[in-house]
């Protein structure tokens, strides 16, 4: 199918009022292309929308313990169903870090909440390993926790991670010293690195990354390769 005809076929598709994933999945394109067509046509359109799922029995079975899998293999939702759900309040991220699948910024209303809710789930692992957590008082600081460990005390800055083929990135820099931003070496003694896409945290050393961003890997590279990967497991708060 040419890409003229293929554009033909989606918007007869839309105007048809079909949904984008059954769209994407017949004329073989991404969901996103079917989305900025019918946008282009003002038509309002969601990958589920001839879908109703109950959320409020969801909810009920994800606070109760039930995995995100779990429950798409029994309600059948789609993963932006999923996404749209936690968007609208529908469902809330639950403090015992389960994985909400909100991998990036974009997918919260806005940076605030995404840091709110890392700190959140930051200050839920440490206070599960550590004696005594800390919280300064005020804003601006340059570390969001601390905790005490041997008589020590260790200033934390929390980060949120994302994901993409195996690797988690966060940024190692402040955001407030803008437009460059400063490394936190010497600043902190750890970033508390929050990953949405599994709800896990790592306790990383500022020395062991790059001053500009840091590496952590969960999936093994395709070529086998071991030497110099930082692998999350080895900074995985338990």
């Excluded at 059954?22 to 991404?30: R, T």
Aim: hydrophobic fraction near 35%; include cysteine.
């Amino acid at each position: 199918m040419s890409q003229s005809a293929r554009i033909q076929r989606i918007h007869a598709m839309l105007r048809d009022g079909r949904t984008q994933s059954e769209i994407a999945a017949e004329v073989g394109c991404v969901e996103s292309a079917v989305s900025y067509h019918a946008s282009k046509l003002g038509i309002v359109t969601r990958p589920d929308a001839n879908r109703r799922y109950d959320w409020k029995v969801i909810r009920q079975e994800y606070e109760a313990g039930d995995t995100y899998q779990e429950l798409r293999d029994r309600h059948g939702f789609t993963e932006t169903s999923w996404r749209n759900a936690f968007r609208r309040g529908s469902l809330l991220p639950l403090p015992d870090g389960r994985p909400t699948l909100i991998a990036s910024t974009r997918q919260l209303p806005s940076p605030t909440l995404v840091g709110n809710h890392s700190e959140a789930v930051v200050l839920a692992a440490l206070l599960r390993t550590k004696t005594t957590v800390l919280i300064p008082f005020g804003s601006n600081h340059r570390y969001d926790l601390a905790f005490e460990e041997d008589g020590r005390l260790f200033r934390v800055q929390v980060k949120t991670a994302q994901f993409s083929r195996g690797v988690l990135r966060f940024n190692t820099r402040s955001s407030r010293d803008w437009p460059r931003g400063t490394c936190y070496r010497g600043e902190v003694e750890f970033l508390a690195v929050h990953a949405p896409f599994n709800g896990k945290v790592y306790l990383v050393p500022p020395a062991e990354v790059g001053p500009a961003a840091g590496y952590l890997r969960l999936e093994p590279t395709k070529s086998g390769q071991q030497r110099g990967i930082r692998w999350a497991a080895d900074y995985e708060v338990a």
